[in-house]
């Protein structure tokens, strides 16, 4: 088992920014791709960022250049760092994590943590 748990949430106005944290414990070396994922209410659950641990990356259109994607291995820690928010980046943030990389797709993330609210306010 892998547990998951995001931390860096809060309420920042638009235009900040903020840093998530998600640090990975449990049977690590089992994980391969961790990504970010996010919810807004109403709304389904879409991509934000991915890595793989070699570094391989993939973005939502949404938030490149925006957003960035990285990781620490040897803390098995993965960081979303924000600039520039808006109000509709207002969701819960989730980190997940797969065994393999897994492109786009949320259902082969095998690993969830219990998210992370982040709000922006205009």
């Known amino acids: 088992q892998v547990q998951l748990v995001e931390s860096g949430g809060g309420l920042v106005q638009a235009g900040g920014s903020l840093r998530l944290s998600c640090a990975a414990s449990?049977?690590?070396?089992?994980?391969?791709?961790m990504g970010w994922y996010r919810q807004a209410p109403g709304k389904q659950r879409e991509l934000v960022a991915s890595?793989?641990?070699?570094?391989?990356?993939d973005y939502a259109d949404s938030v490149k250049g925006r957003f960035t994607i990285s990781r620490d291995n040897a803390k098995n820690t993965v960081y979303l760092q924000m600039n520039s928010l808006q109000p509709e980046d207002t969701a819960v943030y989730y980190c997940?994590?797969?065994?393999?990389?897994?492109?786009?797709?949320?259902?082969?993330?095998?690993?969830w943590g219990q998210g992370t609210q982040v709000t922006i306010s205009s």
């Open positions: 449990g049977v690590i070396f089992s994980i391969d791709a």
């Open positions: 890595i793989t641990s070699r570094g391989r990356t």
């Open positions: 997940a994590a797969a065994s393999q990389y897994v492109g786009y797709d949320q259902s082969r993330y095998r690993y």
